[in-house]
């Protein structure tokens, strides 16, 4: 299967601890992006990035959360001293070589759960 | 502000029959639009999506109708079947140098052996 994989699948964290979020993009994209969904709400866009680039950031907080997509490796999402409202779904997408009007494909999503 | 409205949180449709789920939107710069099935615990799947330069795109069941005076697509399912019953996320993207997506909330489709 040579969709967009994300892992872990659910993850639990107390308040204060760290998250970290993991997106492999399809085979062939260079082109990442991610995404939160709250309970009963649409996906909001956080970030996206390239390849040792972020792109847009207009998304995310401005505390507490960071992206990379290194030259090797899945792109990660990190959260740290995590709170009660950072409890959501956060899904990745990805695209192959940017052009106008070019699909997102998303992965299976991570399930957050902050005690 | 919500630039993306599904305004019907929920449809149901008898199976054979067509389901059309609406999405408006406010901001005139979006050009690209796409519709996005999700089940629970999965991500969402791409189905179908239009250009701003179309007002029709057809793909087996599936067809969007961009209505762009209006501000306002649907997408029409035809014939229904009972595994359409999923969450469909009306999508926007303006293209202008940054590739967000902006979602709608959803309609929840159930469609009824």
Redesign the interface.
């Known amino acids: 299967n040579a969709g967009v994989m994300q892992n872990p699948r659910h993850l639990v964290r107390r308040r204060g601890q760290e998250a970290r979020l993991r997106c492999s993009p399809m085979k062939g994209h260079s082109h990442v992006y991610w995404y939160r969904q709250l309970p009963e709400e649409g996906l909001k866009f956080m970030v996206y990035l390239q390849k040792e680039n972020i792109i847009d950031e207009s998304g995310m907080p401005k505390e507490r959360f960071s992206a990379e997509f290194p030259k090797e490796g899945p792109s990660i999402l990190r959260i740290q001293q995590v709170v009660r409202g950072d409890s959501a779904a956060y899904f990745c997408a990805s695209s192959p070589d940017r052009a106008l009007q070019e699909t997102q494909y998303f992965g299976p999503g991570t399930r957050l759960l902050v005690l | 502000d919500q630039q993306?409205k599904q305004n019907s949180p929920s449809l149901s449709v008898q199976e054979g029959r067509i389901s059309i789920l609406n999405c408006d939107y406010t901001n005139s710069m979006f050009?690209?639009f796409?519709w996005?099935k999700k089940y629970p615990?999965?991500?969402?799947?791409?189905l179908i999506?239009i250009?701003s330069i179309k007002d029709k795109n057809e793909d087996g069941r599936f067809t969007v109708f961009l209505n762009k005076s209006a501000k306002h697509l649907s997408l029409h399912i035809v014939p229904s079947q009972p595994g359409d019953s999923a969450v469909y996320?009306c999508?926007a993207?303006t293209?202008a140098g940054?590739?967000?997506?902006?979602?709608?909330?959803?309609t929840k489709l159930s469609v009824i052996p």
């Open positions: 993306v050009d690209y796409l996005y615990a999965e991500g969402p799947t791409f999506s250009s996320f999508a993207e293209g940054s590739y967000q997506l902006t979602f709608g909330k959803g």
